[in-house]
């Protein structure tokens, strides 16, 4: 058993994956999220433990469960997932973000509910930090360190420029036109670009099987 271990491609090997959506609070009783399933991480998470890595999921707030046996810290705010995922880092091998981290939080937490107005109700939006950016500029030489593009048009030069400008070894384009992919659906569609901008298309498939697709391509690319 130990030798079978032993012989899996990622033995021996660190990975963090984050996965799901993020909730910002606005007050006690409300927040800003999206539709992230966080059931691609948890399908990435799982296929990373099959190939023999030590697997860590950061967990936004989700009903996904994983398969195999695999550490978990579940997080709320982009904020909480930004400081979980920079006190793993500097450990892992392999870090995939998955998670569907808000650009936005309100500005200020109101601490009682906001009572409805008699008009419009603005609410102030700050910047969260780009966890996956502030990961880039902390990677070292043999960190392998791989990013989602969720685009809705012009998609491959937007993958592209995420690529570069986060210092990434892989980018994963989720592109919302395509039939089959997306937040809720049990199926994705996705092109990888790696390093050399060199592009791989796949067709749609679970995301059991897309989760393949991706180790795959970071075991072409492991140090
Ligand atoms: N990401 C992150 N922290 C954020 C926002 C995004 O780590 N605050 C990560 C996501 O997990 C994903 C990648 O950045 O791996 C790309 O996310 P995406 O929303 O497609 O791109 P953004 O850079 O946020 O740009 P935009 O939403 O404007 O397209
Ligand atoms: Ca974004």
Same mark, same amino acid.
């Given at each position: 058993?130990?030798?079978?271990?032993?012989?899996?491609?990622?033995? /021996?090997?660190?990975?963090?994956? !984050?996965?799901?959506?993020?909730? &910002?609070?606005?007050?006690?009783?409300?927040?800003?999220?999206?539709?992230? =399933?966080?059931?691609?991480? *948890?399908?990435?998470?799982? &296929?990373?433990?099959?190939?023999?890595?030590?697997?860590?999921?950061?967990?936004?707030?989700?009903?996904?469960?994983?398969?195999?046996?695999?550490?978990?810290? @579940?997080?709320?705010?982009?904020?909480?997932?930004?400081?979980?995922?920079?006190?793993?880092?500097? &450990?892992?091998?392999?870090?995939?973000?998955?998670?569907?981290?808000?650009?936005?939080?309100?500005?200020?937490?109101?601490?009682?509910?906001?009572?409805?107005?008699?008009?419009?109700?603005?609410?102030?939006?700050?910047?969260?930090?780009?966890?996956?950016? !502030?990961?880039?500029?902390?990677?070292?030489?043999?960190?392998?360190?791989? /990013?989602?593009?969720?685009?809705?048009?012009?998609?491959?030069?937007?993958?592209? /420029?995420?690529?570069?400008?986060?210092?990434? @070894?892989?980018?994963?384009?989720?592109?919302?036109?395509?039939?089959?992919? /997306?937040?809720?659906?049990?199926?994705?569609?996705?092109?990888? *670009?790696?390093?050399?901008? &060199?592009?791989? +298309? *796949?067709?749609?498939? =679970?995301?059991?099987?897309?989760?393949?697709? +991706?180790?795959?391509? +970071?075991?072409?690319? +492991?140090?």
């Amino acid at each position: 058993n130990n030798n079978i271990k032993k012989s899996l491609p990622l033995f /021996g090997k660190k990975a963090m994956v !984050s996965a799901g959506p993020t909730y &910002e609070a606005i007050d006690p009783v409300r927040f800003i999220g999206n539709h992230s =399933s966080g059931k691609m991480g *948890f399908a990435i998470a799982d &296929e990373l433990v099959r190939l023999g890595a030590e697997v860590t999921v950061i967990a936004g707030p989700t009903a996904q469960k994983a398969t195999q046996t695999l550490k978990r810290i @579940d997080v709320v705010s982009a904020e909480e997932m930004l400081h979980a995922c920079s006190s793993i880092f500097p &450990e892992v091998d392999i870090t995939i973000m998955c998670a569907a981290v808000a650009d936005y939080r309100p500005k200020t937490v109101a601490t009682q509910k906001i009572k409805k107005q008699e008009n419009e109700l603005v609410l102030q939006l700050e910047k969260t930090v780009d966890i996956l950016a !502030s990961l880039g500029r902390d990677k070292t030489e043999n960190q392998i360190l791989v /990013g989602f593009a969720l685009e809705t048009n012009d998609e491959e030069n937007y993958a592209k /420029g995420k690529l570069e400008k986060k210092n990434l @070894d892989l980018v994963v384009l989720n592109s919302l036109n395509d039939k089959g992919a /997306g937040f809720k659906a049990d199926t994705n569609k996705i092109t990888i *670009f790696n390093k050399a901008l &060199e592009r791989t +298309i *796949f067709e749609t498939k =679970s995301k059991t099987e897309v989760a393949k697709d +991706i180790c795959a391509a +970071i075991l072409k690319i +492991i140090k």
